[in-house]
């Protein structure tokens, strides 16, 4: 489904993605994991085609998406949250959701007919006429998702939807990403939430300084040493593996 | 559809009875001349209240349209009505350039307002040095009365036909702002990338917007030439007509339909009731013109329809308790 190539973004000096690779294939849930500033945002604007990439090729159903920008991409069926949540604030929050509706339901009553469906579908359905503006944490999370998901993509770039929600909340949306894949669409998630990777994504790509450096599946991603490392510090993996049998001076 | 059209042909109506009841000249004039800001600023609304992108420089395309219509005639005896739907077709298109120019190189927010009045500037300093639009003298149309020349003898037809373009936009306006087109304008105006992330072309929708927003204004600037008969570069181009298209709308109530409408009313309505009764000082309409826009940003950010809508809220709860 999506196939990024070697894909590099310079800014000035700074390299945020650095040659990375990953594919995700058609009807998964892939997570994308690393610490903060690995670039996995930076990657994200890539694939979406709000940023080109220095070198490297990004393609979507093979077909190569790279020169394309972002309104077309999300036309191909590429739709993106953003990790700090952009709604309209000053529409309401079915208003909001109809604007991406629109992409496919040019009818006015059409696309205000899906954008209720999408917000029944992600729990916003009893606050249709509130204000985005007027919406707290979890609700403006939620609204970024619907409004993704009312342009009927059929690849979902979240980043970070489940940050800055409380545990009750979290488990109240895992269950609303992993519809939404049931529905048939492939997800690529941006989370620091691991216990919502772990149990959501099928394949994890791991990026630390733009590079990825580890790929496979939970289990084996939990216990790679490359990617304890990259969360921990140098020789954070070796200390780990000491630690049961060294004793109590670590 | 009624909810949405009824209040639009109801104030439309309403006014087309006017004349029938009130036929003394000054009065009619008045009405002509508030009707032609009125449609001005319904043009600047459709980019600066719908799309958001505030203009400084609206005079461009009021000049432009003015212009075209007074010069076909005058130099190439085209007619006054054909000459007209030209007219809106060239400033139409002098927006599309503008908007081409600073649009795609990303200008925004103040960057964009600077640069058209600096457009509208640079039409106004050449408009004035060129014999080929009467220099400093101006132009003046041809005095020749009668429907096929768009010249009336009545000042009642010409409220009427005001009144007309002044209506068909206000339709217009509401049908776009019921439309997908509508929402594309808003979404651009709340937030750019989040428009872009769910399919919207920016840059198209920004690009319509100120071809039709520049059009109008256009019609405006051609319906000034038709009535006045006479143009010359500081009328056309010059900044009063900049800043009414875009104070009317800020006084009426900004990205609304009616807002254009009320705000031309309401700040020409109370510059001619101070002239009439304070006509000794020189300049005391423009006092209270000033006076009203700085009560409405602190006061009633919303304009005369956020002010109605808050009445209408409160009647609301009155009623319902
Ligand atoms: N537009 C930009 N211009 C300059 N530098 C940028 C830009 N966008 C991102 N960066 C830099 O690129 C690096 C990667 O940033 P990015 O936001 O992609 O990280 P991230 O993995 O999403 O981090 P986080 O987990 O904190 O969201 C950072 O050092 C950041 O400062
Ligand atoms: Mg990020």
């Known amino acids: ?250 | 559809m009624i909810r949405a059209y009824g209040p639009a042909i109801v104030l439309i109506a309403a006014a087309a009875l006017v004349p029938f009841a009130i036929t003394a000249n000054t009065v009619l004039n008045f009405i002509v001349f508030a009707l032609i800001i009125a449609l001005a600023a319904q043009g600047w609304n459709v980019l600066g209240g719908l799309a958001g992108q505030f203009s400084f420089g609206h005079a461009a395309f009021f000049g432009s349209g003015a212009y075209t219509t007074a010069l076909l005639q005058t130099h190439w005896g085209v007619n006054a009505w054909v000459a007209f739907a030209l007219s809106i077709l060239l400033a139409g298109a002098v927006g599309w350039i503008i908007g081409f120019l600073s649009f795609r190189s990303g200008l925004r927010g103040s960057y964009f307002a600077l640069v058209t009045l600096a457009f509208a500037e640079v039409l106004r300093i050449l408009a004035n040095a060129s014999t080929f639009t009467g220099g400093a003298a101006g132009t003046l149309v041809k005095l020749d009365m009668g429907p096929a020349n768009f010249q009336f003898a009545s000042r009642a037809a010409f409220v009427w036909i005001a009144l007309a373009l002044v209506g068909f936009v206000l339709i217009a306006t509401i049908a776009i702002m019921r439309s997908r087109f509508g929402a594309w304008l808003t979404a651009v105006r709340e937030n750019e990338d989040a428009a872009r992330a769910l399919g919207v072309d920016t840059l198209a929708v920004k690009l319509k917007a100120i071809t039709l927003s520049a059009a109008i204004t256009g019609a405006a600037g051609a319906l000034y030439v038709q009535y006045y008969l006479y143009l010359d570069a500081s009328i056309a181009y010059g900044p009063w007509i900049s800043i009414e298209a875009l104070v009317a709308p800020i006084v009426g109530g900004i990205g609304t339909a009616f807002g254009p409408i009320l705000g031309a009313a309401a700040l020409h309505g109370f510059g001619e009731l101070t002239k009439l009764f304070a006509g000794g000082i020189p300049g005391i309409d423009l006092v209270l013109y000033g006076l009203l826009l700085i009560a409405t940003i602190a006061f009633a950010p919303d304009g005369i329809m956020g002010l109605l809508k808050r009445l209408a809220s409160v009647f609301d709860r009155r009623r319902t308790r």
Do not use: W
């Open chain 1, 1 to 250: 489904m999506l196939s990024v190539q070697s894909v590099t973004k310079r800014f000035g000096g700074l390299v945020a993605v650095d040659s990375a690779s990953l594919d995700v294939a058609q009807g998964s849930i892939a997570g994308l994991i690393g610490p903060n500033g690995a670039g996995k945002t930076t990657l994200f604007t890539l694939v979406a085609g709000f940023e080109k990439p220095s070198s490297g090729t990004v393609s979507f159903a093979g077909q190569d998406v790279t020169a394309l920008p972002a309104h077309e991409r999300a036309a191909l069926g590429i739709a993106r949250t953003f990790q700090i949540v952009q709604p309209f604030a000053g529409l309401s929050v079915v208003e909001n959701i109809a604007v991406g509706a629109y992409l496919r339901h040019p009818a006015r009553a059409d696309a205000q007919a899906k954008a209720r469906a999408v917000a029944d579908l992600v729990g916003l359905g009893g606050q249709l006429e509130q204000s985005a503006a007027a919406l707290t944490v979890a609700g403006r999370k939620r609204l970024e998702l619907a409004r993704a998901l009312a342009t009927e993509p059929r690849l979902l770039l979240l980043d970070e939807v489940l940050a800055g929600l409380n545990p009750s909340e979290i488990r109240d949306m895992i269950p609303v990403i992993r519809n939404i894949r049931d529905r048939g669409v492939t997800i690529l998630m941006v989370e620091h939430v691991m216990q919502a990777v772990m149990s959501l994504c099928e394949h994890i790509h791991v990026l630390a300084q733009g590079k990825i450096i580890a790929q496979g599946k939970p289990a084996e991603i939990a216990s790679d040493p490359a990617v304890i490392e990259a969360y921990l510090g140098q020789g954070a993996a070796k200390r780990l593996q000491a630690k049961p049998a060294g004793g109590a001076d670590a």
